[in-house]
């Protein structure tokens, strides 16, 4: 069984970085893909970025740019490099993988294993 566990969330300004990490537990096999999801208040959960186990990168066009995810194989962990950030990426975030390439899998349901969530607030 997978176990996900994030870290690094808090509050910043408009503007500001912030880098969030999310250590994976247990057997974690190569062909597995990992994302960030993020739901704000009054918004529905939405898939930020996602990475497969080739290293294939997808964001969602609100964050393109801005945003960068990333993998250290060896830590067995998983980034979200947040750059210039809104006010409109304050939400909880949290980290999801699930077994196989992950290009079409965009909803919550989709995926297997969900860290506990982290939160982000951005102030103007």
């Known amino acids: 069984q997978v176990r996900l566990a994030e870290s690094g969330g808090g509050s910043v300004q408009a503007g500001g970085s912030l880098r969030l990490s999310c250590a994976a537990y247990?057997?974690?096999?190569?062909?597995?893909?990992m994302a960030w999801f993020r739901q704000g208040p009054g918004k529905e959960r939405e898939r930020v970025a996602r990475?497969?186990?080739?290293?294939?990168?997808t964001y969602v066009d609100s964050v393109k740019g801005r945003f960068t995810i990333s993998k250290d194989i060896a830590k067995n962990t998983l980034y979200l490099q947040m750059n210039s950030l809104k006010p409109e990426d304050t939400a909880m975030y949290s980290c999801?993988?699930?077994?196989?390439?992950?290009?079409?899998?965009?909803?919550?349901?989709?995926?297997?294993?969900w860290g506990q969530g982290t939160q982000v607030t951005v102030s103007s």
């Open positions: 247990g057997y974690i096999p190569h062909n597995y893909c």
């Open positions: 990475i497969d186990s080739d290293g294939t990168t």
């Open positions: 999801a993988g699930t077994y196989g390439n992950c290009a079409f899998k965009t909803t919550g349901s989709d995926f297997d294993h």
